[in-house]
């Protein structure tokens, strides 16, 4: 059984970092293709930034250059360093691991509980 549990979120001013961690078990972190998705009040669920088994890694434009995907292999745990907070990254952050041989998306992907990250001005 795949088990996501986030943490790290918080309330920051505009400016500030945060760093998530999502710590995997039933699933192996370094073999499968991970990311995070974040979801804003009124808004759909929308992909941040994913890695995948060979270390590629992928961001929407709207953190590139601010955020950081990582992950630990000995911790089995996922992390996602966020650098530079605007009030626009305001929303429940998810980890999602993908199923199979596929990466997460918002139709399939094993998911966490969700962290709320909340940034002020």
């Known amino acids: 059984q795949v088990q996501l549990v986030e943490s790290g979120g918080g309330s920051v001013q505009a400016g500030g970092s945060l760093r998530l961690s999502c710590a995997a078990s039933g699933y192996s972190v370094s073999n499968g293709c991970m990311g995070w998705f974040r979801q804003a009040p009124g808004k759909e669920r929308e992909g941040v930034t994913t890695?995948?088994?060979?270390?590629?890694?992928w961001y929407a434009d709207s953190v590139k250059g601010r955020f950081t995907i990582s992950r630990d292999n000995n911790k089995n745990t996922l992390y996602l360093q966020m650098n530079s907070l605007k009030p626009e990254d305001t929303a429940m952050y998810y980890c999602?691991?993908?199923?199979?041989?596929?990466?997460?998306?918002?139709?399939?992907?094993?998911w966490g509980q969700g962290t709320q990250v909340t940034v002020s001005l």
């Open positions: 999602a691991a993908g199923r199979r041989f596929y990466c997460p998306n918002t139709d399939s992907a094993y």
């Open positions: 890695i995948y088994a060979n270390d590629y890694t």
